[in-house]
């Protein structure tokens, strides 16, 4: 049985249109409100069309210490547009947090496969 780690792909998202840009504060109180954004595409675009799109993007956080990530949210791109509109692969998401983590992103593209980023979040 194989693994669905083996199928993640990374790599520096200055270079790679695929990987999950996140968007997060260097540093937030506990309790605070914070604020990330996760995006596909952000120094090269990626080529958003019914033949070719991101599907999902899935964000979690693990605080440090805990056994599991935590899922923050799970958002689907189901209407890949129609004619010249289409959809960009961006979202916001809330949420609040008593102590530090990573946060970990997750994107699919249809044509591209899976790809992963991550990002520490201080919590002071």
């Known amino acids: 049985m194989q693994s669905l780690g083996k199928f993640l792909q990374s790599g520096d998202w200055k270079g790679e249109k695929h990987v999950p840009v996140i968007h997060i504060p260097e540093k937030v109180k506990a309790g605070e409100e914070i604020e990330i954004k996760v995006l596909v595409g952000e120094e090269i675009s990626h080529p958003n069309t019914l033949e070719h799109h991101i599907s999902w993007i899935k964000v979690f956080f693990h605080p440090e210490g805990a056994k599991f990530p935590i899922e923050v949210g799970s958002f689907n791109f189901s209407a890949h547009g129609e004619g010249e ?3 960009e692969p961006v979202v916001v998401t809330k949420m609040r947090a ?10 699919y593209c249809n044509i ?9 979040l201080v919590i002071e």
Do not use: I, Q, Y
Request: no cysteine.
């Open 85 to 87: 509109v289409f959809n």
């Open 98 to 107: 008593g102590k530090s983590g990573t946060v970990h992103t997750m994107s």
């Open 112 to 120: 591209h496969g899976l790809w992963e980023n991550s990002a520490n």
